[in-house]
């Protein structure tokens, strides 16, 4: 296990953040900050989008294989959680309003919010929590620095572990609070750790052949 003991932001530092918003072209820069509610109202039809300190970004939708790993991991989380009454596991795309003035919404491929920390009332928008755990799976285009901007937002609001399942590769990153990271072959097993007690999963059993 690798410990980095100045924790998330010495890694993914705001210049990176700001490098990957620069030269990413998914990233759309507007004359003002977009809100929260803004992008609840926006609708591109057929695009992903997440907001990033007030910039809009649109993304295409993902591929065939990219769903296939995202829908394996989700339903055997969501077994899981459901079995133990942990809380609830939710599908790709959810947005979590992470930060305000500017606002941040990033929306995982899979999340799970433990019990004591579902919203009550379920809001009508974006929830603005962030998830206990985050699952982003990798696709071929995705480039690392927004990768990792997008890790870094999710830690620093208060996301305690991050999997980043790389299908190509047939590898998964495991990122968490304290800073430390694990790297995980094909023949390692996701951890719930004491996120989601109790679940673990092959990796080779949500990558296939």
Known sequence: ???????????????????????????VPA?????????LRTHLPD???????GVLVVREPAGFRHGAV????ARLLGDH???????LVLAAETGFQLATAPDTVRAPDVAFVSRERLPDPEPAGYAALAPDLVVEVLS??????ETLAKVA??????????????PVRHLARVFRQDGSET????????????????????LGAILGP
Do not use: H
């Open 70 to 73: 995202s829908a394996a991991l």
């Open 183 to 202: 790297l995980l072959a094909e023949s390692g097993s996701l951890d719930g750790e004491d996120v989601v007690p109790g679940f673990t999963c092959p």
């Open 153 to 166: 937002d999710w830690l620093n609001g208060g996301t305690r572990l991050v999997w980043v399942v790389d």
């Open 31 to 39: 004359m003002a900050p977009m809100t929260a509610e803004e992008l």
């Open 81 to 87: 959680v459901a079995g133990q009454r942990l809380g």
């Open 47 to 53: 695009k992903r989008v997440e907001l990033v300190r």
């Open 1 to 27: 296990m690798a410990k980095n003991g100045d924790g998330v932001d010495s890694v993914l530092t705001e210049d990176a953040q700001i490098l990957a918003m620069v030269t990413d072209p998914s990233y």
């Open 140 to 145: 071929p285009w995705d480039r690392p620095g």
